[in-house]
């Protein structure tokens, strides 16, 4: 397997433009992550999927931020409008089972100038 | 509220010198104790899983040991490709969202 993929890899906006980060996750696996990594906070859970369905999503900072998931091989992040705090490494993972192993992609890095 | 720390913030060692790192947790019905290692400019890898206390796992220089309350991660004559930052995270049996630890930040000098 090809593990988490992530796209873009590096993101460089202006305040107010929307962001949208995308993510595959593992095939197989019924739940996916997102979290935010910042130097301040470390690894933060902004929101979670189970079966594509959105489980919990009070890790999620803001109105400005929202989260869907399509299908089983898709979901996206969305930032509008992008403000210079979100600046920020962002992680979508997978795992199969609730509790247990989470597999992360490679991230996102976002930088709002 | 479930924490988890981890300590040193840092570490320095020299290639060979074998040291332990430290996750100290403090949940309510621990279900499971992850550790991963993160190189810069990518996401977590896995390394081990620990269920119960007493329990350990070892993969190379590494072997990960669980009590009631904390963990370490043993690095056994490390080298200069050990150097990351190596996390923690703990899931407990009523909440089961991953709680991370802030990291250690592990360099290994030649």
């Known amino acids: 397997d090809a593990g988490v993929i992530q796209s873009p890899r590096h993101e460089v906006t202006e305040m107010g433009q929307e962001v949208t980060l995308r993510c595959k996750p593992i095939?197989?696996?019924?739940?996916l992550f997102w979290y935010r990594q910042t130097m301040m906070r470390g690894l933060e859970l902004l929101i979670y999927?189970?079966?594509?369905?959105?489980?919990?999503d009070s890790g999620m900072p803001e109105d400005r931020f929202s989260a869907k998931m399509p299908n089983a091989s898709f979901s996206t992040l969305k930032i509008q409008p992008s403000e210079p705090r979100d600046s920020a490494v962002y992680f979508c993972?997978?795992?199969?089972?609730?509790?247990?192993?989470?597999?992360f992609g490679p991230g996102t890095r976002l930088l709002v100038l | 509220e479930d924490q988890v720390t981890q300590s040193p913030e840092a570490l320095r060692l020299q290639e060979g010198e074998s040291s332990s790192l430290n996750c100290s947790y403090t949940?309510?019905?621990?279900?499971?104790l992850f550790w991963y290692r993160q190189d810069p400019g990518k996401g977590p890898e896995f390394l081990f899983t620990?269920?119960?206390a007493g329990e350990e796992k070892e993969k190379e220089r590494l072997k990960a040991t669980l009590t009631k309350k904390e963990s370490f991660l043993h690095i056994t004559a490390p080298k200069p490709e050990d150097s990351a930052t190596y996390l923690c995270?703990?899931?407990?049996?009523?909440?089961?969202?991953?709680?991370f630890g802030p990291g250690t930040r592990l360099s290994v000098l030649p």
């Open positions: 993972a997978s795992s199969r089972v609730r509790g247990e192993t989470q597999y």
């Open positions: 095939s197989g696996h019924d739940y």
């Open positions: 999927f189970n079966n594509n369905v959105p489980i919990d």
């Open positions: 949940v309510s019905g621990l279900r499971g």
């Open positions: 620990l269920y119960s």
């Open positions: 995270a703990v899931t407990t049996n009523y909440g089961q969202n991953f709680v």
